[in-house]
């Protein structure tokens, strides 16, 4: 979203320790504002007021933050909570929030406080023309809408993603819309084939902001800019003034017949072998259906690198027949849904140049169990690697972590990747030697040195010990052998004693 340099900047935010703590200060934020404040900056800062609030959880039983903010400024009869819950009154964003800003309003009011100036100008935005502009596939879109406050014209811009059911990324309110306008047909004139700029009509622009926001608000843990919170609210009071969103029907649900009749088509056209191309195909529609029920045959190189991320997550299951056939026949599926949506000959190869590069990737990162676990050996027979990966899987069964809230994969050959793996699994309260000792096992087992090991955990797993309580035994028994608890040298026969007996 190039425009988004135009931003409207942020106010300079406080550091607080507590919700009243919080309160106070936007109330100093609104006592701030003057006298006579343009409405659209009252708005801003009241967007960003709620803004702060829209990720919090709010407990059964508790009120939201934003009714707790209303009841706190209805008890100070200042100037400032007169500005907030005026302002409040307008841009909160559900209607029992609006009314609760109201009658709060008119508490203060009637103890005496003056309404404040530009409580008329709020709200009253003029809706204009709305334009987009995106790729050529549809995978993604800038939607900016034209609102006048007076005689000063500002946009909403929204990002929309419709690899995720053309759900809101970012969300910005801008300053001089009309360059941003002349910026984006400028794009699209400099590469027609592969940009595409459109007006929009107002009714279908308020569908997509407002589906694009309920699609976002709706996920758990929405990955979206740091300005998406901050404009949301004051998004919702301007849309109001757009027609009401247009009607879309309702997407009919494909039979098995439709499925199976159109992936007998790509079969035909695809030119690959048979089964491949006919499970690969049912796989491609599956999630076409899934993310973009409206257009599950559109083609862009986002919605196909969702779909291989959906193969690597085993969120789709492939037979590993087929697993050679993924490059050429996604390749195939690109080139049979682009021609079937009309794209030029251009876009078409950018779109394969593209997907060619996520293949690679995917390739690169498609990994069997086998080639996680077995880097590090060679010449293994069948039976051995079968046992081995069992006793590995044991000892490390999952290659995947968290490091500073970020999932992240590593490499359980390594032997310092190893460890970090262990100490993710590890209990916090487990104490450092317990620690250290656990990940000794580990690589025990790893290595199958000492060989006593397995044979152990295999005699405990008969009693129906779990994999946890297994270890606390192994550890016991590595602990009871240490001769030096400092330095953790242990007697090895001792601790081939100990195994014996368990």
């Known amino acids: 979203m190039s425009p988004v340099s135009r931003a409207r900047k942020r106010q300079p935010q406080p550091v607080t320790h507590s919700v009243t703590g919080l309160f106070k200060d936007v109330l100093n934020d609104f006592s701030a504002l003057g006298a006579d404040p343009a409405p659209v900056d009252v708005e801003l800062l009241a967007s960003e007021v709620l803004g702060q609030f829209h990720d919090v959880p709010v407990e059964d039983g508790e009120e939201p933050l934003g009714l707790e903010l209303i009841a706190f400024a209805q008890r100070k009869i200042t100037p400032g909570a007169a500005a907030l819950l005026a302002a409040l009154k307008v841009v909160a964003e559900t209607d029992v929030e ?32 709305c334009w987009r502009t995106g790729d050529v596939y549809g995978d993604e879109s800038s939607l900016l809408c034209v609102f006048s406050h007076g005689d000063q014209a500002y946009g909403l811009l929204a990002l929309l993603d419709f690899t995720e059911g053309g759900r809101v990324r970012d969300l910005v309110v801008i300053d001089g819309p009309a360059d941003v306008i002349a910026e984006m047909r400028e794009q699209s004139d400099a590469d027609p084939e592969l940009v595409l700029f459109e007006a929009v009509d107002p009714a279908e622009a308020h569908r997509l902001i407002a589906d694009g926001l309920a699609a976002t608000d709706h996920l758990d843990e929405a990955d979206v800019s740091e300005d998406y919170a901050r404009f949301h609210a004051v998004a919702l009071t301007w849309c109001r003034a757009l027609p009401e969103p247009a009607l879309v029907p309702e997407v009919a649900a494909w039979s098995d017949t439709e499925r199976a009749a159109v992936v007998e088509q790509f079969v035909a056209a695809s030119g690959e072998d048979a089964d491949a191309a006919r499970a690969l195909g049912g796989l491609l529609l599956e999630h076409g259906l899934r993310t973009d029920p409206g257009n599950p045959l559109r083609v862009g190189p986002e919605k196909i690198a969702r779909f291989l991320e959906g193969l690597l997550g085993e969120e789709y299951e492939l037979d590993a027949d087929y697993e050679d056939a993924v490059e050429p026949i996604v390749l195939a599926w690109v080139q049979w849904t682009g021609e079937r949506a ?127 309580e297994i270890f ?31």
């Open 342 to 468: 009309g794209l030029t000959e251009t876009a078409i190869a950018a779109l394969d140049e593209a997907v060619q590069d996520y293949l690679s990737e995917y390739a690169d990162d498609d990994d069997s169990p086998l080639e996680r676990y077995f880097a590090d050996t060679v010449d293994l027979s069948p039976t051995e690697l079968a046992d081995a990966l069992e006793r590995r899987m044991f000892a490390v069964p999952s290659t995947t972590t968290e490091i500073d809230e970020e999932e992240v994969d590593l490499d359980p050959t390594d032997p310092e990747q190893r460890r970090a793996l262990v100490i993710a699994e590890a209990d916090e309260d487990e104490d450092e030697q317990r620690l250290i000792l656990r990940a000794t096992i580990v690589d025990q087992l790893w290595d199958n040195e000492p060989a006593e090991v397995w044979p152990a955990v295999e005699r405990l797993q008969e009693g129906e010990l779990d994999r946890g």
């Open 472 to 502: 606390e035994r192994l550890i016991d028994a590595l602990e009871n052998s240490l001769i030096d608890a400092e330095n953790l040298e242990y007697d090895a026969d001792a601790y081939l004693e100990a195994l014996a007996g368990l």
């Open 98 to 129: 609006r009314k609760a800003a109201d009658a709060g309003l008119q508490v203060v009011l009637g103890r005496g406080i003056p309404e404040p100036a530009f409580t008329a100008g709020l709200g009253r935005v003029t809706a204009g023309e």
